[in-house]
């Protein structure tokens, strides 16, 4: 990307003739053909990139990642005004607010408000609606080097999904005198959810466009025979030969309970994702006869599938936690 942008350069400046070109929005798309044995014809490869350019009096504005205050920490105002600033952005962003936008723009960042709306009419149309968004990153600055001017500033990388495409990019903010923020840049580049590219070529793509994982990290696994069984079906048959197992079925879910152990297995369903999975909890009470809840798991799908498995238990055993805590 870098050198795609570099290669803008001379164009800029024979267009902005005797200003300063200043880079904001990109689009781009690549075409890369991909054979049967997946390792693609590179000769054919085409790459097409499409960049806003604004003409300038002055350099643009540059916040340098170097707070001179290394033990500053933002209040948890700062985190609330920002927090919010994006959330109005994106609403007003999916909704086709031109003028909400253009508002939370500190100085329109160079821009026309009839050019921010052609600029977001555009993105629109190729994106088509807008479906989630989340700031995977939120990164703090206090009075970097290199700024426009003092104060405190937040960049927020988020990933965006779109009818059309995966959207990821980032937002620089400023504070004001009177504790609100305004965006001073936005840069950002998408890709179409439907392609032919190889799960490798998306990840170059992705590393290209400066995306920044909204992926959690993967939980650690253990080898050791955490649910007492080899395998799941062992698992099941033994616990349903059990004359103290009570069982049932809930959306799909074998849950098998024995009462004189306090423990409840879960086994997922075919259409579950991570099956073959068993998740073992039993119930106990710790101090202050509070209710804890030990957990295992044995899972035989993929690593994915079984760490989404894990989450969503861990959540769900806080929630019975906290209920029964309260009780």
Not at 64 to 92: C, E, G, H, M
Not at 146 to 162: E, R
Request: glycine residues 6%; hydrophobic residues 35%; negative net charge.
């Amino acid at each position: 990307m870098p050198a795609a942008q570099a290669a803008l350069v001379p164009a800029a400046q024979k267009a902005c003739a005797g200003k300063i070109p200043q880079f904001g929005h990109y689009r781009f798309k690549s075409t890369e053909p991909v054979s049967a044995d997946g390792k693609g014809d590179r000769a054919k490869t085409s790459f097409a990139i499409d960049q806003d350019i604004t003409c300038a009096d002055s350099p643009a504005q540059v916040v340098q990642p170097a707070p001179t205050d290394p033990n500053w920490r933002p209040s948890q105002a700062d985190l609330q005004a920002v927090t919010d600033t994006i959330r109005k952005y994106f609403i007003a962003k999916d909704r086709g607010d031109v003028a909400t936008t253009y508002a939370l723009l500190d100085g329109g960042m160079g821009l026309s408000v009839e050019e921010w709306k052609s600029t977001s009419q555009e993105f629109t149309a190729q994106t088509g609606a807008a479906i989630s968004h989340k700031v995977v990153k939120l990164t703090w600055y206090k009075d970097p080097q290199n700024a426009p001017a003092p104060g405190v500033y937040a960049a927020a990388d988020f990933v965006d999904q779109y009818e059309k495409a995966t959207d990821c990019g980032y937002l620089s903010l400023h504070q004001r005198s009177d504790g609100s923020f305004r965006v001073i840049h936005e840069q950002d580049g998408f890709m179409p959810n439907h392609s032919d590219m190889t799960p490798a070529q998306l990840a170059d793509l992705k590393a290209k466009l400066g995306c920044v994982s909204d992926e959690p990290a993967p939980l650690p696994e253990t080898k050791a025979d955490a649910v007492g069984y080899p395998d799941v079906d062992t698992a099941r048959k033994a616990l349903l030969a059990r004359k103290d197992a009570q069982s049932h079925t809930d959306n799909g879910w074998l849950v098998v309970y024995l009462p004189s152990e306090y423990t409840l297995w879960s086994f997922s369903p075919p259409s579950d994702p991570s099956y073959p999975a068993a998740v073992k909890r039993v119930v106990t009470k710790g101090a202050n006869n509070n209710t804890m809840i030990s957990m295992s798991v044995l899972c035989q799908a993929s690593k994915q599938a079984c760490d989404n498995l894990v989450r969503q238990f861990q959540e769900l055993n806080e929630q019975i936690k906290a209920s029964l805590n309260h009780q």
